[in-house]
């Protein structure tokens, strides 16, 4: 009697997509799309949307069924079924779901990297290290089949508690190992390798994300990135298609609109986020999401009761 010794990925991968499909499905249907593995997100959606705005932190996201359109600057990338997207830095992101339907809904899921973990796997693995010629913070690949298996397991835990502590954190290695081992790790091992542009400019978004409404100079920016100012600008360019300026009034406005699904004043969250003028604040938002501030929190208020009485 022989022993099935092929891993699980090679024997089923059609499989294990249907398996990943109506798990994550079944647990959005149930739970929404966050979960119990911290910086998992599901995603399930039955037509086409509009421009959805969020800043992605490093992480990859992986198509099930359906089509996405996810763009920084004027870049964009369209990505489907068996499509992973890696982000390499924290960046703000516009997308759409651009294919998805009642009889086949879109459906993915996606999961943060932590750096430290590439960069430990790098440093014990430097055979890992791949030549990339782009800088960009998004690119996209097609999913690697040893990815799949870990998924599965990682989605299991949710119902497994019990497990997680001990399991959770061997599995994320794993998924992190078959990424950087694929032909997608050219773009994930930008996110750990110390001495990288995108690694360095990556601190920087990550500071920016988490201190939007301070003010700050371009060479103060630089100094942290341990480049001189022309050298972080021309970088900070290219790896997030928007000047540091452009990409702190993204962040600003993101966290205004988060803001307002509870607070009704709207010179006061302007202020929160750092304007210094409610009229510039106004004028901003408007230019980015369509309406006045306003107008879009009533819209979203209406919308999240709605949703949340079904």
């Not at 943060?112 to 990339?132: K, N, R, T, Y």
């Not at 060479?219 to 790896?239: G, N, V």
Request: charged residues 20%.
């Amino acid at each position: 009697m022989s022993i099935q010794t092929e891993p699980r990925w090679a024997v089923n991968q059609a499989d294990l997509y249907q398996c990943l499909r109506t798990t994550v499905e079944q647990q959005w249907l149930s739970g929404g799309p966050e979960c119990a593995i911290n910086g998992l997100r599901l995603t399930r959606a039955t037509e086409p949307s509009g421009t959805i705005r969020a800043i992605y932190q490093t992480s990859f996201c992986l198509v099930l069924q359906g089509s996405k359109c996810s763009a920084i600057g004027d870049t964009s990338i369209d990505y489907g079924v068996g499509e992973c997207l890696v982000a390499s830095v924290n960046v703000p992101v516009h997308s759409r779901i651009t294919q998805a339907s009642k009889s086949k809904p879109y459906v993915a899921l996606s999961l943060a990297i932590d750096p430290a973990m590439v960069a430990e796997q790098l440093l014990g693995h430097p055979e890992l290290a791949q030549s990339s010629s782009s800088r960009l913070a998004l690119a996209k690949g097609k999913a690697p089949n040893e990815v799949l298996d870990p998924i599965m397991r990682l989605l299991a835990l949710c119902r497994q508690p019990a497990d997680q502590a001990v399991l959770e954190p061997l599995i994320r290695r794993e998924i992190c190992w078959r990424l950087l081992r694929s032909p997608m790790g050219a773009a994930l091992q930008q996110a750990g390798l110390q001495d990288s542009e995108t690694a360095r400019i990556g601190q920087v978004t990550a500071w920016m994300r988490a201190n939007y409404f301070r003010a700050f100079q371009v060479p103060e920016l630089a100094a942290m990135a341990s480049m001189s100012p022309a050298s972080f600008y021309r970088h900070f360019k290219t790896i997030t298609q928007m000047t540091p300026v452009q990409f702190q009034k993204q962040v600003r406005l993101q966290e205004a609109r988060r803001l307002l699904l509870s607070e009704h004043e709207v010179a006061g969250v302007g202020y929160k986020v750092g304007y210094e003028s409610p009229s510039q604040f106004s004028r901003d938002y408007r230019k980015l999401f369509g309406a006045p501030p306003g107008k879009d929190a009533a819209v979203m208020r209406s919308s999240v009761a709605i949703e949340s009485g079904v």
